[in-house]
């Protein structure tokens, strides 16, 4: 353990004034603390007013670091190198924020792709339902019924309603594709609240 003495800790000080993280002398704080130890004991005015100007330097010190290695890890998650000069404890923090700032980003992502992610996946389900179906033309009304089912657009919003199968839609909107039995689809259709998107 290095010899640590308040011209060492105002040198560190004075260094740490610089942009980048500066080298500390090996078990930097270790050695602070136990110097102050000693000061401590000697009790003479000189030592106390050398502990007290020395706890302000290494105050400053710390929040300088702090300050540069938060910042450091915004860099790194933007694809810069990770900082040198860090000591075994300023490692295990700048670990520890580029951590949380990976999991504040992916439920960030997470919370800007879902809706769109949504829509997406509704549309291909759409797709591939009309697929699957077998379409007829029904020569009365040239509506197109997949499987005994319309495919309608909603032109006006509708709150939500039972139909004649017993389950429940909407509420809907203005623009809305729903798959409809035929019956509720012709209904709909017929009050000029629909159109059918198949004919």
């Not at 290494?58 to 290695?69: F, G, L, M, T, V």
């Not at 938060?70 to 924020?97: H, K, S």
């Not at 509704?122 to 591939?128: A, G, N, P, T």
Request: aromatic share 6%; net charge negative; glycine share 4%.
């Amino acid at each position: 353990m290095e010899l640590i003495t308040y011209e060492t800790i105002r040198n560190a000080h004075r260094a740490e004034k610089e942009e980048e993280l500066q080298k500390l002398p090996p078990d930097f704080f270790e050695s602070v603390r136990n110097w102050f130890s000693h000061k401590e004991k000697m009790k003479d005015t000189v030592s106390l007013l050398e502990i007290e100007n020395a706890k302000k330097l290494i105050d400053d010190i710390i929040n300088r670091r702090e300050k540069k290695i938060v910042l450091a890890a915004l860099r790194t998650m933007r694809g810069d190198v990770p900082p040198q000069n860090m000591t075994n404890e300023e490692r295990v923090l700048f670990d520890e924020i580029i951590k949380i700032l990976k999991s504040y980003k992916e439920k960030l992502e997470e919370k800007i792709r879902s809706p769109i992610e949504i829509v997406e996946e509704k549309i291909e389900e759409v797709k591939e339902s009309i697929k699957d179906l077998k379409v007829e033309e029904v020569k009365e009304n040239k509506f197109i019924k997949p499987n005994g089912k319309l495919l309608v657009k909603i032109l006006t919003d509708l709150p939500r309603f039972v139909g004649s199968d017993l389950k429940a839609y909407g509420p809907l909107k203005a623009g809305d594709l729903i798959l409809v039995p035929e019956e509720i689809g012709n209904l709909l259709i017929s009050r000029r609240v629909a159109e059918n998107v198949m004919e």
